[in-house]
């Protein structure tokens, strides 16, 4: 949808192990973000970016970090996964005051 | 804080049946309002996007209303069809790169 590309789609892993989620887009399009989305607590905002190198803590940042060396990619890093990281995580991009478009998601088991 | 709420939670109606979805706010103070659907296993699908200053958006059989002194917005769906089937949620963007999005409207469309 609309350019962009995450992968893996699907991944399990043990806890305690790094764990690096990547987005990639072809809409070059300035603004870039990462959610998780959980039952309970609906879409909730990780990490974003607003242009190469340019990046900010969202409202659940604690655990995660995040690097975009590129316009067109942007990696999401868990350093040491935990368990309470299962989660859907979805990449969203967008231009400034323009709709944001999502990618399919990747689902992240940890056990 | 930004709370959004969607009601109903669940939604089924007959094929053919116009209907209308509710999303409400507390705070005002909203840069622009949008309304995405979601299929199962999928991410978000935009669907309209209401700025602040405009009222409503029309997009084929969709529309969107936007009352920001009520803190509420409307998504009117004609004539649906089992395609519609969906969990639709709406976001408002309140600035600085925080959107709060709602748990959303799980739609069913009957055949």
């Known amino acids: 949808d609309a350019g962009i590309t995450q992968s893996p789609r699907h991944k399990v892993t043990e806890t305690g192990t790094p764990v690096t989620l990547r987005c990639h887009q072809t809409e070059n399009h300035r603004y870039m973000y990462w959610y998780r989305q959980d039952p309970g607590h609906g879409l909730r905002l990780i990490h974003y970016?607003?242009?190469?190198?340019?990046?900010d803590k969202g409202e659940v940042s604690d655990g995660y970090s995040v690097s975009r060396s590129k316009t067109e990619d942007f990696l999401l890093t868990l350093e040491s996964a935990t368990s309470s990281q299962t989660s859907v995580y979805f990449c969203?991009?967008?231009?400034?005051?323009?709709?944001?478009?999502f990618g399919d998601g990747t689902r992240l088991s940890i056990l | 804080k930004q709370e959004v709420t969607q009601i109903p939670a669940a939604l089924s109606v007959p094929e053919g049946e116009n209907l209308v979805l509710n999303c409400s706010f507390t705070?005002?103070?909203?840069?622009?309002l949008q309304w995405f659907r979601q299929d199962p296993g999928k991410g978000l699908t935009s669907l309209l996007l209401i700025q602040s200053s405009q009222r409503e958006q029309t997009s084929g059989r969709l529309n969107a209303s936007l009352d920001k002194s009520s803190g509420r917005s409307t998504l009117y769906i004609a004539a649906s069809q089992p395609g519609d089937s969906a969990t639709y949620l709406c976001?408002?963007?309140?600035?600085?790169?925080?959107?709060?999005f709602g748990a959303g409207t799980r739609l069913f469309v009957k055949a």
């Open positions: 969203a991009i967008s231009e400034p005051d323009q709709p944001q478009h």
């Open positions: 970016s607003y242009g190469v190198k340019d990046t």
């Open positions: 976001a408002v963007y309140t600035g600085g790169f925080k959107t709060i």
């Open positions: 705070d005002s103070a909203i840069y622009n």
